[in-house]
């Protein structure tokens, strides 16, 4: 099967997707189409210099929509960036939300659009048992969604995490109204990010596809998403990274991305959880974290997936299918773009694990893992992810 050559179209699931290279001009078109007259364009600090910024508020003057800049949006974004941007929203009047940027810029605007009509604090909000019954709907902004990488693929997502400062943990903030209405996938934003990020990012998107794919529940809708997006990132994702300027390269990441972000509504896993305590703590880059992580959980699960890897195997066309395979073409993967082998790359240290590992064992993803994980074995990935012990 050949692959199609005409990288555009126009996609109602898991809610209206423009794709293609060049969508950007649309942008204005979209929001008035949601009944915004003067949205506010929100994004974190970094980006907010760029040119990928800068002319997409030239684009939004050309066509004649007015909008306020927020960009006081740190990475890995906190209780405050919501909370300031929620004082901005309302002091402009604004009457709709752009979130554009990668993960902490899509995440950080998703929760200031929920907010801006809510009397309850932010972390009421957090995804425990029925809490987002507390949110009242109509108090949301609408949002269009612009990501500017291709990883997170939060533009497709109905949660934000956001770090509670009060004792630095991540919280998933959940409302199913928070996926936005609209999302403009322009693969033509992210041909300037560096060789780094885009690896980085590129494996949280691949990270989420397999931990979706291990997961023990029952989907099999997100399972066959996930399995495609594997392949997605296996065969484009180095091209990603060594020719950022192509273009058929990065629109096959970007599409890989909102797949793994779908496919994880069947569940994420142990990479996860070791993740954001990483995060949270020491600020590492979600992504890269990630990516370290990756061959150490997977190979712990190896007695509870290893049937699906096998399947996965075969479906990515590696020679001798098996368990193995998978595993050396991901640790050959990682070598290629150059993502380290272990986890003091990011600053992680022998005496912060007695730490990580508690707050990993309380991290929503654990649910996921097809194997039971608590502080003790959580905390053996870590030592093994710092020795370098596959
Ligand atoms: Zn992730």
């Known amino acids: ?56 508020l030239a684009l939004l003057a050309r066509d004649g929509l007015p909008c306020g800049l927020f960009s ?19 002091k402009g009047g604004h009457d709709g939300v752009i979130a554009f940027g990668g993960g902490s810029g899509l995440d950080a605007a998703k929760a200031i659009a929920l907010m801006v009509g809510q009397t309850r604090p932010l972390f009421d909000f957090e995804d425990r048992e029925d809490w987002f019954t507390r949110v009242d709907p109509e108090g949301m902004a609408p ?28 919280k998933i903030i959940f409302h199913p109204k928070m996926m936005p209405a609209v999302v403009i996938a322009d693969p033509g934003l992210t041909v300037d990010l560096p060789p780094k990020i885009t690896a980085a990012v590129g494996m949280d998107a691949l990270s989420h596809s397999l931990e979706a794919y291990c997961s023990p529940f029952y989907h099999p809708m997100a399972q066959g998403i996930a399995l495609e997006s594997i392949r997605l990132v296996k065969n484009y994702l180095p091209t990603a990274v060594q020719d950022g300027k192509n273009i058929e390269a990065r629109s096959q990441m970007m599409v890989a991305s909102s797949m793994g972000a779908t496919a994880f509504q069947k569940g994420l896993g142990a990479m996860h959880s070791l993740s954001h305590p990483c995060g949270a703590l020491l600020n590492t880059h979600h992504g890269l974290t990630i990516a370290i992580v990756m061959p150490y959980v997977l190979k712990f699960n190896r007695s509870a997936v290893e049937d699906r890897i096998v399947a996965l195997a075969r479906y990515l066309n590696l020679p001798n299918p098996s368990f193995d395979a998978v595993l050396n073409w991901i640790l050959s993967l990682r070598e290629q773009i150059g993502i380290p082998h272990t986890l003091d790359a990011v600053g992680v240290k022998e005496e912060h694990i007695a730490e990580l590992a508690k707050m990993a064992e309380n991290d929503p993803s654990c649910g996921g893992n097809p194997i039971a994980v608590n502080a003790e074995n959580l905390g053996k990935l870590y030592k093994d992810a710092l020795a370098g012990r596959l």
């Open 143 to 170: 949002v269009v969604a612009v990501p500017t990488t291709s990883g997170t693929g939060s533009e497709v997502g109905r949660a934000s995490v956001i770090t509670d400062e009060s004792d630095h943990t991540k």
């Open 72 to 90: 006081e949006i740190q990475a890995n974004p906190v209780g405050k960036n919501v909370e300031d941007g929620v004082s901005i929203y309302k």
């Open 1 to 56: 099967m050949s692959e199609p050559t005409n990288l555009r179209g126009n996609w109602n699931y898991p809610t209206s997707i423009r794709f293609g290279a060049g969508r950007i001009s649309e942008l204005a078109e979209t929001c008035r189409s949601l009944g915004m007259s003067n949205p506010l364009f929100i994004t974190d600090a970094g980006l907010a210099k760029l040119p990928v910024v800068t002319d997409t």
